[in-house]
């Protein structure tokens, strides 16, 4: 039965039952394939590329949707993730039945659901990322009280043959429109995929970062996610960029999600907001200003920023984005309404609550709820993050902090005013720790704090060994020093790395 209250959803599962995805059952699934005329059955997992994978099944009854929606299937794990030997390495994947969705691009009608990771005993793989994520956000409500709720940003290029026709100002893409920006329409395209597979979207536009080239006009665009659970908005994470993916294939363009991908023109991050909650109730604010809660979970993300850099900046050319005056942090500070902050207040909303009444007078109501809407926003990430690790690393962080003795004084010692870049904010700048310039001494950031990240089993020694290692093998100390002068060098290594995450 449809229900009035769920007509303008755009997820078309969620209009059919007439229920929120959390509520999804097997026999709502079953029964939404056998009146939409479901073709096919898609099982996704995310590999240890961080890319979406699928395993694809013709629907032939009821018996083989409910074998299959009952137990998942088996798949080799050692070719999805490098730390799994060959020996022992059947897994199961298992559906996730609230994370079913309609597949925006399948010729043949199908129905995708995202599943998890088990082992050969039936418990969840520990050194899955989405399984340590889950841990470490139940670690974080168990031992603190608090949770985490999640949004993210994914900023992109969009790489086209070039039309001279109304060409952008070089860098002053920001909400730039149709007909100086040529893919706006792609972006809402994606937009509404994403939204039709119940992610939660705040918005899209066009971001700071055009140029051109002899051949080829390169435009930046971002979409911006809703708070969630955290485990949804890895989720939505990653399928958005898949669909960005697809998307971008179906008009015939490249879309990159790289950190940067030429020398001297704005990188691209994934920014990731959040806001603690309490029983249900955000409490990042007390009284409009920034509560004590909050101020310990970004003491906690001060302590940890640059060993999460290994989760969150994962490939030399993460690097070449983390440089001074363009926008991305290099200081462990934070401050509010200040994007040269690692970590930035947003502008809030506790004292907008009679703008709509002065612009409509007849309006008797002004915003409703605006403390709610509060966030904080770690700016470091990029589009090479394994999401899911980063995101549980995040909820570590927000644990140590409120777990931490003198975080509040953290807090205050790190505390910014202004731009941080400035020549007047030197002083400032030399007292502040820095991020790491590569991905080795991302990688010797992480071994230095890894026993907060084993701290009650949350992340196993093995991946954080696993990670270290991959990192050092880059051998990449020292690389912004070794190829600033040579654009071929830098070029090749952008290459290398366009189509990461």
Known sequence: MKHD??????????????????????????RYIENNAIEVLNLRYVGGDGRLKALNFPVQGRKQLDNLLSAGERVDGSSLFNFLEAGSSDLYVVPRFRSAFRNPFSERPALDILCSYYDKDGNPLESAPSNILRKAHRTLAEKTGFELEVMGEIEYYVISEKNPMYMPNDQRGYHESEPFYKWGNLRQDAMMAMAGTGAAIKYSHAEVGNFSDEEHVYEQNEIEFLPVSVEDAADQLVVAKWILRQMAFRYGVTISFAPKI???????????????????????????????????????????????????????????????????????????????????????????????????????????????????????????????LLIAGLCVAARHGLEMPGALELARK??????????????????????????????????????????????PKSLIDGVISNLRSYNDNYLRERISDSREETMKLVRRFLHCG
């Open 414 to 459: 790190t505390l910014v005013d202004g731009n941080i870049f400035l020549q007047e904010n030197k002083n400032v700048r030399s007292r502040l720790e820095h991020l790491p310039d590569s991905c080795v001494r991302a990688a010797g950031c992480l071994s230095d704090k890894a026993g907060i990240y084993l701290k009650n089993g949350v992340f």
């Open 5 to 30: 209250q769920y007509q303008l959803n755009p997820n078309p599962l969620v209009r059919f039952l007439g229920k929120q995805p959390e509520t999804f059952t097997r026999e709502d699934l079953i």
């Open 262 to 388: 030429t020398s001297g023109k704005a990188g691209s991050g994934m920014h990731i907001h959040m806001r603690v909650s309490k029983e249900g109730k955000n409490v990042t604010l007390e009284n409009g200003n920034i509560s004590d809660p909050a101020k310990r979970v970004i003491a906690g993300v001060m302590d940890l920023a640059p060993s999460l850099s290994a989760f969150g900046n994962t490939i030399p050319t993460s690097y070449l984005r983390l440089v001074p005056d363009q926008e991305a942090p290099t200081n462990v500070c934070w401050g509010e309404r200040n994007r040269s902050a690692l970590v930035r207040v947003p502008l809030g909303w506790v004292n907008a609550s009679g703008m709509v009444l002065k612009e409509n007078p007849l309006e008797k109501v002004g915003g409703r709820d605006l403390e709610e809407r509060q966030t904080f926003e770690f700016r470091s990430p990029d589009g090479s993050a394994d999401i899911y």
